[in-house]
């Protein structure tokens, strides 16, 4: 990456959270050579509550990084399993397996991987360069606001104290329930139709994991309209957890932990899985802003990245992914700010178009797929159909690989192998 030392201070830009989003911006910016201060209020590593579940878009981040950042952080490191694709499980007990890897894909390695984000997270904090960026983990982001063409931040320090900031440019990556996105007032307000509650557990001897480390999201009745996931790990572990719409969690009043433990201990499909599994630790819930609504994700002085701008995959509940493409395009927006000196809301928008082209189309597309599980026999007939539907399986195959799957959006024909094929 092209090398810009220019006259900005480390205050000038702030990266708010440093989760696989914050933590993307700051080594792009590194490698940009341009300074910034990069704060979070967790000390790594920290634990995240997630699937933990890595899909192939991490790869081509990783790799304009550093192509090394693959085999380090991914495919030679003992904490990360290589995963090779997805078990869908029907409501009707049917499962439908897709490999990651589709026909024409080049990659020689996993397509997939599993990491516990205490890891995962962690490995990218490593990665961060002191000559550029300056880490003040232990400080939590209280209050922020406009001020004279800039952003004013509170902090309470890890000292206990309370210090102010101001930055030129915030580059809010703070999660789900980020304090950087109310600068854009309602816009990012929790809209229980774009949001998820999850929960996440880990257990270990879970029995007949799939042989290549498959993924697998169950659409089980007593779930529905949400999902259940369980993802191998490492030593014999495993991730189980269970995700549903925030508005279906109000109107059918679940309390999702009790219906996860009760699809464990009866479903017919899984539980003979869980016959002598035991639970390790405490199940923890966290919520999920999901890129099914479109939504500003710029404004003066201010760039949104991963769940702070609301980027989660509405199907697969993967948001690792974008969360990091987000943080790489924010640091590219934040180098063309910086030489210019052009840090208006007009001059940032190019931020949204450079992330919505890029993803809006698959978004748009894991909308309308999980809108299916609102009609689970709609749902048995489409597993049924994938089942012999080469079009698809690619399909699901292209959303978690490394494929550019905008390109096939764009073609009606498509659509019509994908319904009839
Ligand atoms: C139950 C569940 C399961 C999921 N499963 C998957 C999965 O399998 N695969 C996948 O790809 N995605 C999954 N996701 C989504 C994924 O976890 C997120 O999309 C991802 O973590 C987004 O990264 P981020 O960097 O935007 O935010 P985060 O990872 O949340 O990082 C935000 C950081 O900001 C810091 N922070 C927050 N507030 C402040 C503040 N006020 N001051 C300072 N620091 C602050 C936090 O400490 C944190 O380190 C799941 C989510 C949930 C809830």
Redesign the pocket.
Known sequence: MEQNNSSVSFSDIVI????????TASLFLSAAGIRHTL????VFP?D????????GKVLPVLKKLNPELINELLTTNENCLGSRGIVFGAPNGKTLDVPFRAVNSVITHDPGF?SK?IHF?FSLIKKLNPEFCDFRQG????DIEYSNKKVQLALKTANGTTENLECKLLIG???????ANKLLGDEHKLDSNHY?G???AYYSNVKNMHPENY?ELHFLDELLPGYF?I?PLPNGMA?V?A?MLTKSISRKKVNLKTAMLNAIENNPSIKHRFAGAQLQGKIE????PLGSKKRKISASNLLL?????G??DPF????????MY??MRAAEVAQNAVRENNFSDVFLKQYDELVYNRMWSELKLSHTLQKLCNYPSLFNFVVNKASKNETFRQTISCMFDDIDLRKKLRQPSFYFRMLFG
């Open positions: 708010a959270g440093a989760g696989p989003a914050g933590s704060i979070d209020k967790a920290r995240k509550i997630c699937g933990d579940a890595l899909s599993v984000r997270d400080n939590e982001i209280s990556c703070d999660g789900a329930h980020s304090v998820c999850g929960i996440r993924i996931w993802f991730n957890g995700g819930g966290w919520g999920l990245c991963g769940d702070a701008a980027m989660i697969s509940g993967e948001g690792i992914s974008n969360a987000c943080g």
